[in-house]
């Protein structure tokens, strides 16, 4: 549990952190992601990253419980899973960047990234 309350920490702080950006400065937001998306440098330091992350918590933290801990385990297998399909078909995140040409994508994904940080948070620091 204590590795759980760890993890619960550090994805708490990061999205809250990346939502209070979000609230702040979503154009700058919505420019460098759009810059991300099409860049093959990002995408392939992103599917790394992704690997990494997703691997260490699928590692570590292969919890499939009834209670908040899964989660976890589900954010490290969703971002294995996003690391391995961005290393090997790197192309498919054109999908992505329409969502993010209009601006409508930030005011979803800004309460989502909020919500998530908060549910962390009390989780981690909390409860």
Excluded: Q
Aim: aromatic share 16%; no cysteine.
């Amino acid at each position: 549990m204590e590795l759980s309350i760890f993890i619960a920490k550090i994805i708490a702080v990061i999205y809250l952190a990346f939502g209070v950006g979000l609230i702040v400065n979503s154009n700058y937001y919505r420019k460098v992601i759009l810059k991300l998306l099409n860049d093959a440098t990002y995408i392939i330091l992103g599917g790394i990253i992704a690997i990494i992350i997703g691997f260490f918590i699928v590692e570590n933290h292969n919890y499939w419980v009834k209670n908040w801990t899964v989660i976890i385990t589900i954010i490290g297998w969703v971002a294995l899973i996003k690391g391995v399909l961005l290393l090997a078909f790197p192309s498919t995140i054109t999908f992505f960047k329409p969502l993010f040409n209009n601006g409508n994508v930030t005011k979803i994904l800004t309460p989502l990234v909020l919500i998530f940080g908060l549910i962390f948070a009390y989780f981690g620091f909390v409860n």
